[in-house]
């Protein structure tokens, strides 16, 4: 059995984008697909052929390519990154006093809504669980030794209390009342409630942050936690109304709710392919151009004509909306598909971890989970 020449691979992961439908949809690359074609798994084909090219490494903006993965592999990271990786969020809200027009459960939503950081993101990943779940054990978001520290931790009844190893201390004291000054201008007609009253909007950098014990040190100065976009509006009130509360930021995971989700947007999309088959010169070029977004074709001087000849500058810019095969002109000239194996991830962290920290997160994730896999599956082999 062997395996047929590269043109031919790079043939079938394309996958096709026609006038109105898709084709070539479904993975090949796997072994008795083809007759007399070999294609089982081989890690140094895999080392050889996979690579990370990064287009965008800004701290909570990431875009890069992987470029060799199957579609369920790229999948997983994406999982991940939504669902598995801990962070730190408002769960618990105790409330003291609440006389504004929101109720107490709406607050406590919004409060636990609102996206924490630091600068110190060491130290919170060296933060526990203030109660571990049997789900996540099952899922491999421990490790071994964590379950083994966790477990001698559970025995001892001050494991599921708040303290400084699992629980972060946020307060809240705001209350709303006239400027000087402000009586008067009301009677005048002045509507502006920023000119009228003092704290007539509550918002996120309203929070502050109450270490305990050894977070004293670890979040000290400008490592102390606060929310990631201080101008986020909680509620607004007038003379009179006041809130005052006390918040508990514990760790978890998106699978329990999305406010631990460590990401905004993490997705990925299959890069655009366009083969230009018979050339497109003079004014159909220039049509041609503007049927794709700015920048994905250039329009060059022919050697041979000396008209202007449409070439593809960047694929990834397109959105493959299918526009030129709308034309008559382009329909036999062109050829729109996207690439199988080729996924440009776009992650956006919500700011507590880094994208390209988020991104090493979920592949050691997906290591444990494989390492817990192998591991059930020795005991089965022994079992047996």
Not at 160 to 174: A, I
Request: with cysteine.
């Amino acid at each position: 059995m062997g395996r047929p020449n590269q043109a031919t691979l790079d043939e079938r992961k394309i996958v096709g984008v026609n006038a109105e439908t898709v084709t070539n949809v479904s993975s090949t690359d796997f072994p008795g697909q083809y007759y007399h074609e070999d294609h089982s798994w081989n890690l140094d084909q895999f080392r050889r052929f996979f690579h990370v090219d990064f287009h965008k490494n800004d701290p909570y903006d990431a875009v890069f390519s992987m470029v060799g993965l199957d579609a369920s592999v790229a999948n997983a990271f994406r999982r991940i990154l939504l669902a598995e990786i801990p962070t730190l969020a408002l769960e618990n809200i105790y409330i003291t006093q609440n006389s504004s027009i929101i109720q107490d459960e709406v607050l406590s939503q919004r409060l636990g809504l609102i996206p924490l950081t630091t600068s110190n993101s060491a130290a919170i990943r060296n933060l526990k669980f203030l109660k571990r779940r049997q789900r996540e054990t099952d899922q491999g978001t421990f490790s071994k030794k964590e379950l083994e520290e966790e477990t001698d931790m559970a025995r001892n009844d001050s494991y599921m209390q708040p303290s400084d190893h699992n629980t972060v201390v946020m307060e809240l004291d705001v209350e709303c009342e006239y400027l000087p000054g402000g009586q008067a201008l009301a009677n005048r007609g002045e509507r502006d409630p920023s000119k009228l009253y003092k704290n007539s909007s509550l918002y996120a950098k309203d929070l502050v942050f109450r270490p305990t014990g050894q977070q004293a040190e670890l979040f000290a100065g400008d490592a102390a936690i606060r929310p990631t976009n201080p101008d986020i509006l909680v509620a607004k009130l007038r003379p009179g109304q006041k809130i005052t509360l006390t918040a508990h930021a514990v760790k978890g995971i998106g699978a329990d709710h999305a406010k631990f989700s460590p990401v905004a947007t993490a997705s990925y999309r299959l890069l655009p392919y366009i083969d230009i088959r018979q050339p497109i010169l003079g004014a159909d070029a220039k049509k041609f151009a503007r049927c794709f977004p700015k920048g994905v074709i250039s329009l060059v001087n022919d050697e041979a004509t000396g008209e202007q000849k449409a070439v593809v500058s960047d694929p990834m810019k397109d959105t493959v909306s299918r526009e030129c095969l709308r034309h008559d002109e382009f329909k036999d000239k062109v050829k729109l598909g996207r690439v199988r194996d080729h996924f440009i991830f776009s992650v956006e962290s919500s700011g507590q971890f880094e994208s390209a920290e988020l991104v090493l997160d979920s592949i050691a994730l997906l290591k444990r989970k494989c390492e817990t896999f192998k591991r059930c599956l020795d005991e089965v082999y022994r079992e047996g």
